[in-house]
């Protein structure tokens, strides 16, 4: 007797490995050159992350933490890119990470030049340079052009949190390979 399911599951794949060259040949993704840092250890970088997770334990008083994701420095002048994740076309930003944020762009920016960018961004792939991010610059939010929500302006029940809620519509959306030129014109503009 043949084994219809076999049969079925040998179609499907060969279904889709025509669609998907079909697909490669009228749509090509655009791939960027090859990253410039590469985390050569993967285990190595995960066992630090865990080693630090443990500083700070049950029955201390001290709680959270975070961590500044990419900070660039040239010449005395800094970007700093902090990446979050879309949930519901939202994203939410620790009120204690803004405050800190606050403080080291007005710091900094007394004696030198600093950028301060929050990037909202979805599954994505960096290495596509037409993927999409969305952004906002530090000034932006000192300025109020990025609204400062505690509690969804949408109608979630949650009564004001400790951290703030900011929507995808607020933000400007952009390529990757538009985000890289910024970063690059400031770079430029250090120099």
Same mark, same amino acid.
């Given at each position: 007797?043949? =084994? +219809? ?7 499907? %794949?060969?279904?889709e ?5 079909? %697909? &490669? ?11 410039k840092?590469?985390? %050569?250890?993967? &285990? @190595?970088?995960?066992?630090?992350? @865990?080693?630090?997770? =443990?500083?700070?334990v ?29 949930? =519901? ?47 906002? #610059? ?10 400062? =929500?505690?509690?969804?302006? %949408? ?7 400790n ?13 990757? #390979? ?5 970063? +690059? ?6 120099e």
């Amino acid at each position: 007797m043949k =084994n +219809d399911t076999n049969d079925l599951i040998d179609n499907l %794949y060969d279904k889709e490995s025509i669609s998907t060259s079909n %697909y &490669q040949m009228n749509h090509s993704v655009r791939k960027s050159p090859s990253a410039k840092y590469k985390i %050569y250890d993967e &285990q @190595e970088f995960a066992r630090g992350r @865990e080693v630090l997770g =443990n500083l700070i334990v049950q029955g201390m008083k001290a709680s959270g933490g975070t961590d500044i994701d990419w900070l660039i420095e040239h010449n005395g002048g800094f970007v700093i890119l902090e990446f979050k994740g879309f949930h =519901n076309d939202k994203i939410n930003i620790p009120m204690g990470q803004m405050i800190a944020y606050e403080k080291l762009h007005e710091k900094l920016n007394q004696s030198t030049k600093c950028y301060l960018y929050f990037i909202g961004c979805d599954d994505i792939d960096f290495s596509n340079p037409d993927s999409k991010v969305w952004v906002f #610059e530090m000034k932006q939010w000192k300025l109020g052009s990025i609204p400062k =929500n505690t509690s969804d302006i %949408y109608g979630d029940t949650q009564v004001k949190q400790n951290k703030f809620i900011v929507y995808r519509e607020y933000l400007e959306e952009i390529s990757v #390979e538009e985000l890289r030129k910024v970063i +690059d014109s400031h770079w430029e503009e250090f120099e």
